[in-house]
Antibody
Framework: EVQLLESGGGLVQPGGSLRLSCAAS????????MSWVRQTPGKGLEWVSS????????YYADSVKGRFTISRDNSKNTLYVQMNSLRAEDTAIYYC??????WGQGTLVTVSS | DIQMTQSPSSLSASVGDRVTITCRAS??????LAWFQQKPGKAPKSLIY???SLQSGVPSKFSGSGSGTDFTLTINNLQPEDSATYFC?????????FGPGTKVDIK
């Protein structure tokens, strides 16, 4: 069974940093491109970032480019996103996803003073 | 960047009805289109990928069609458990994007 379990969310002040993690199991993690998607409470879905299976290629939404960094550790079957210079508009539920197939349950990030 | 639109934004239908949701891409995306179902407080669940391929474990009452810019998701024999918001998403090229969603209610 595929499982994706996010962690690391919480309350952070504007300008602060946070690192989210996603522990994956039940599939060939190193062969799979992975993504982060966020959803503002009551709003729609926004693709944030993706990374290829090898980690050689990364992609970002313009809204987070230069502030967020996606990475992965295939030896630990874990996906990460380092989020710096956080803004109020980054407040959302962040999902780890093997896009088009499996999603985690999400972790809430709140950026507020 | 490719923009995704959906119609209608919401609908209400009766148990047993057939429901059709439309998704349109601002430019051609071949069949790089996925559909998701999301219930309140839950993560999105994948229903369809490749515009028409049913995700493993998803009931055959769900079907997808289309190619290029126009796509549809059809739900046959609507049941109370199908009450949810449905999103389309393209993955033809980065940046990926989602449609705004269609909320399906049961009358």
């Amino acid at each position: 069974e595929v499982q994706l379990l996010e962690s690391g969310g919480g309350l952070v002040q504007p300008g602060g940093s946070l690192r989210l993690s996603c522990a994956a199991s039940g599939f060939s993690f190193s062969s799979s491109s992975m993504s982060w998607v966020r959803q503002t409470p009551g709003k729609g879905l926004e693709w944030v970032s993706s990374i290829t299976g090898s980690g050689d290629n990364t992609y970002y939404a313009d809204s987070v480019k230069g502030r967020f960094t996606i990475s992965r550790d295939n030896s630990k079957n874990t996906l990460y996103v380092q989020m710096n210079s956080l803004r109020a508009e980054d407040t959302a539920i962040y999902y780890c996803a093997k896009l088009t197939s499996n999603w985690g349950q999400g972790t809430l990030v709140t950026v507020s003073s | 960047d490719i923009q995704m639109t959906q119609s209608p934004s919401s609908l209400s239908a009766s148990v047993g009805d057939r429901v059709t949701i439309t998704c349109r891409a601002s430019q051609g995306i071949s069949n790089f289109l996925a559909w998701f179902q999301q219930k309140p407080g839950k993560a999105p669940k994948s229903l369809i990928y490749g515009a028409s391929s049913l995700q493993s474990g998803v009931p055959s009452k769900f079907s997808g069609s289309g190619s290029g810019t126009d796509f549809t998701l059809t739900i046959n024999n609507l049941q109370p458990e199908d009450s949810a918001t449905y999103f389309c998403q393209h993955y033809q090229t980065y940046p990926f994007s989602f449609g705004p969603g269609t909320k399906v209610d049961i009358k």
